[in-house]
């Protein structure tokens, strides 16, 4: 059972990870193009403003995801390493009189998942400081608001003005 264990593992750790990078893969994609989607299918696409404020937003996406992807690509690596090399674990020591150090051999694959950890939470973390979309530029939706309040506006005005 234990020496089924440990050709077993490698290789369940290779295909969960892939399978799980695949499907973060797939997701990040369609965010990044349903994004598009929404913002080219805009009535504002026309506006040049508008364009450069979308396309910012799209590269601040894009880097996220490459952030996320490469975190939990060396979190996985990081795993698998750690696993692989529970088989025949060597170890090297060095020692002092106040101090003692061991070394082991899934000693890399800790460092690969603290790297990882590190960019998946840096990822998150990172906020991207972009000017505000001008109220000059209003929505359509603004637009309309405005007229119905401006065309009440004259209505008064319309109506005191016979009284």
Avoid at 106 to 115: R, Y
Avoid at 120 to 125: L, P, S
Avoid at 140 to 154: F, G, H, I, N, V
Wanted: with cysteine; charged share 15%.
């Amino acid at each position: 059972m234990n020496d089924n264990w440990k050709t077993m593992i490698p290789w369940f750790m290779t295909v969960i990870s892939t399978i799980a990078l695949i499907l973060l893969a797939i997701f990040l994609y369609n965010n990044i193009e349903w994004f598009k989607t929404q913002a080219v299918g805009s009535e504002e696409w026309q506006v040049p403003l508008f364009q450069m404020h979308i396309h910012h937003l799209h590269l601040s996406m894009i880097k996220r995801s490459v952030g996320l992807f490469s975190g939990f690509s060396a979190l996985f690596i990081g795993m698998a390493v750690c696993f692989y090399s529970m088989k025949q674990q060597s170890t090297m020591d060095l020692k002092s009189a106040n101090l003692s150090v061991v070394l082991a051999t899934s000693s890399p694959g800790i460092i690969a998942m603290v790297l990882g950890c590190y960019l998946i939470t840096a990822t998150i973390d990172s906020k991207d400081d972009f000017p505000g979309y001008p109220a000059s530029q209003q929505t359509s939706t603004d637009k309309s608001e405005s007229l119905t309040s401006a065309q009440e506006k004259a209505r008064k005005l319309l109506e005191e003005s016979q009284q």
